[in-house]
């Protein structure tokens, strides 16, 4: 089994930036696919970025968000600018290889506010 932890959540204003990582116990070089999912009180739980042989993105957060990869750390990362309180949400990465079932993490907390 593969745990994932997230880290890098909290509390900032509109307009600002914010880098989540999200760790695995356990090697991510084979993974084909790693992303970010993300949910709000009320709403659906929404697609925010992936990676695997190319990158993509919610067009909400085009142009904002970043996602990226570092396999000799086992780490996803996803860097966010120009936040606004629409990006308020949990935000949980999920980890897939090419067999067995796909890994989720815990979340972290993003709050977007003045």
């Known amino acids: 089994q593969v745990q994932l932890v997230e880290s890098g959540g909290g509390l900032v204003q509109p307009g600002g930036s914010l880098r989540l990582s999200c760790t695995a116990s356990r090697s991510i070089s084979s993974a084909v696919v790693t992303g970010w999912y993300r949910q709000a009180p009320g709403q659906q739980r929404e697609l925010v970025a992936i990676?695997?042989?190319?990158?993509n993105y919610a067009d909400s957060v085009k142009g904002r968000f970043t996602i990226s990869r570092d396999n000799a750390k086992n780490t996803v990362y996803l860097q966010m600018n120009s936040l606004k309180p629409e990006d308020t949400a949990v935000y949980v990465c999920?980890?897939?290889?090419?067999?067995?079932?796909?890994?989720w993490g815990q979340g972290t907390q993003v709050t977007v506010s003045s």
């Open positions: 999920t980890v897939n290889f090419l067999s067995g079932p796909p890994y």
């Open positions: 990676i695997g042989t190319s990158t």
